[in-house]
């Protein structure tokens, strides 16, 4: 029977998370992996021959540049040789490029791996209707004139209208934040607790900047002509206060709603990399391991009423799978998609009623806000949606090495009804 390996967290960079439309406008994602990749080699000080396999996630793929991951390779003169591939689960897709290369590393067929994701919202390819992608094929076949001419006269001005990607599920026809609206109605989620989650989010943020706790983990970016050098996020804003919060009109339900912008993540730019080695190679290498990566669990749930509760199934799976439970874990990072959706899901692990009668499962508890998203979330830093995975993963692995916690969790919710949970332990423990 092959033995398992033990697969570590080294390292991870991240580009600053910028809002969509501004100085990373020009950018495509392949970019930003790049970037991100380039301060994790840099960082690292890792031997670029050491690298085997790459795998990244995004969620909007650029048709020029489809596996996203193998340009990131190439684009930092890292071995031809090794494999690259890309992963797209949405919200969770840079979580799933690192389970992933945990599994191929756990079963010994690669010692050394950088995983992540990145994320462009500034340029998203928008295609023709369909009427007009028909013709321009049949166009290409055309043998003169006559032909290109039978075919246009098949048009109307109507075919022209832009194919926009809708921002709605597939399933449900609802926007996330309409079926968050859902949820939070669900639930019981209030309004006032949003804007308090969000508000903490932003502060939080704000003080780990100026305390200096994403020194290292964010890389600096300088973009031609300007050469401007960009060193951090844009989205923490820790001067909000709940009075100007409570001044937004809602976004989705104009009439009993609560979600604003100011109480959910905005769209954003950034990508990120994390460097995985095998534990006992890493060792051997004179690398320190941050963290130990143990397991992973991926969870649906059915996406008209419980959409964004993912993270309440996975982590339940999660700590009964290894026998844990809420008091055994010091570190937790979960997706902050919208604050209703973080304080719906809190709620929901909390209380006997709500786990038992929506997943009949047992709740697990009361997660301490003490050790949730110390440093803020995504409602504050951004959320370029193939990074955020990876912004997880390496904070929860920094925030672990420097404790005295044991057990770290990273968890996320994504369209779908999906929900990933993550447990990572400290080496020195």
């Known amino acids: 029977?092959?033995?398992?390996?033990?697969?570590?967290?080294?390292?991870?960079?991240?580009?600053?998370?910028?809002?969509?439309?501004?100085?990373?406008?020009?950018?495509?994602?392949?970019?930003?992996?790049?970037?991100?990749?380039?301060?994790?080699?840099?960082?690292s000080g890792i031997a670029r021959d050491l690298i085997e396999q790459v795998v990244m996630g995004t969620v909007i793929s650029d048709p020029k540049a489809p596996n996203m991951a193998r340009?990131?390779?190439?684009?930092?003169?890292?071995?031809?040789?090794?494999?690259?591939?890309?992963?797209?689960m949405a919200c969770i897709s840079s979580n799933i490029a690192v389970g992933l290369a945990f599994d191929q590393m756990s079963l010994s067929r690669y010692k050394v791996?950088?995983?992540?994701?990145?994320?462009?919202?500034?340029?998203?390819?928008?295609?023709?209707?369909?009427?007009?992608?028909?013709?321009?094929?049949?166009?290409?076949?055309?043998?003169?004139?006559?032909?290109?001419?039978?075919?246009?006269?098949?048009?109307?001005?109507?075919?022209?209208?832009?194919?926009?990607?809708?921002?709605?599920?597939?399933?449900?026809?609802?926007?996330?934040?309409?079926?968050?609206?859902?949820?939070?109605?669900?639930?019981?989620?209030?309004?006032?607790?949003?804007d308090q989650f969000s508000l903490s989010s932003h502060q939080r943020a704000s003080q780990a900047w100026e305390a200096g706790e994403?020194?290292?983990?964010?890389?600096?970016?300088?973009?031609?002509?300007?050469?401007?050098?960009?060193?951090?996020?844009?989205?923490?804003?820790?001067?909000?206060?709940?009075?100007?919060?409570?001044?937004?009109?809602?976004s989705f339900d104009r009439n009993f709603g609560q979600i604003t912008a100011a109480n959910s993540s905005f769209l954003s730019d950034g990508g990120a990399a994390v460097l995985l080695m095998e534990k006992e190679y890493a060792a051997e290498q004179g690398f320190l391991a941050k963290a130990i990566i143990k397991d992973y669990i991926t969870a649906g749930t059915e996406p008209l009423d419980d959409l964004l509760l993912g993270p309440s199934?996975?982590?339940?799976?999660?700590?009964?799978?290894?026998?844990?439970?809420?008091?055994?874990?010091?570190?937790?990072?979960?997706?902050?998609?919208?604050?209703?959706?973080?304080?719906?899901?809190?709620?929901?692990?909390?209380?006997?009623?709500?786990s038992k009668n929506i997943f009949n499962i047992d709740a697990i508890g009361e997660i301490p806000m003490d050790q949730l998203n110390i440093f803020g979330g995504s409602l504050a830093l951004g959320h370029p949606f193939g990074a955020t995975g990876a912004r997880l993963v390496m904070t929860a692995a920094s925030r672990l090495a420097k404790s005295g916690s044991r057990y770290s969790v990273v968890s996320g919710c994504a369209a779908g009804g999906h929900g990933l949970a993550m447990l990572l332990e400290n080496p020195n423990m």
Not at 216 to 238: H, Y
Not at 317 to 339: M, R
Request: glycine share 6%; aromatic share 4%.
């Open 214 to 250: 994403y020194e290292g983990e964010v890389c600096s970016i300088s973009l031609a002509p300007e050469f401007k050098t960009i060193e951090r996020d844009n989205g923490p804003r820790g001067d909000s206060s709940l009075e100007s919060m409570a001044k937004l009109s809602t």
């Open 1 to 43: 029977m092959q033995q398992v390996k033990e697969v570590a967290v080294i390292d991870g960079v991240r580009t600053p998370f910028i809002r969509s439309n501004g100085a990373f406008e020009n950018l495509a994602s392949h970019d930003l992996g790049r970037l991100a990749t380039q301060g994790l080699l840099k960082k």
């Open 71 to 88: 340009e990131v390779l190439l684009g930092n003169s890292l071995p031809p040789v090794a494999s690259a591939f890309t992963v797209s």
């Open 313 to 354: 199934l996975a982590i339940t799976k999660l700590l009964e799978k290894n026998h844990l439970c809420i008091k055994d874990i010091g570190v937790w990072e979960i997706h902050e998609a919208f604050a209703s959706q973080m304080v719906a899901n809190l709620k929901v692990m909390d209380s006997k009623t709500l």
């Open 113 to 194: 791996a950088i995983s992540g994701g990145a994320e462009t919202l500034s340029d998203f390819p928008i295609r023709h209707s369909k009427k007009i992608r028909k013709a321009l094929i049949k166009l290409q076949k055309a043998k003169g004139p006559v032909d290109y001419l039978n075919e246009v006269k098949k048009l109307s001005i109507k075919d022209l209208i832009p194919d926009v990607p809708s921002v709605t599920e597939f399933s449900t026809g609802l926007t996330m934040g309409a079926s968050c609206e859902r949820l939070a109605k669900r639930i019981g989620v209030t309004r006032e607790e949003a």
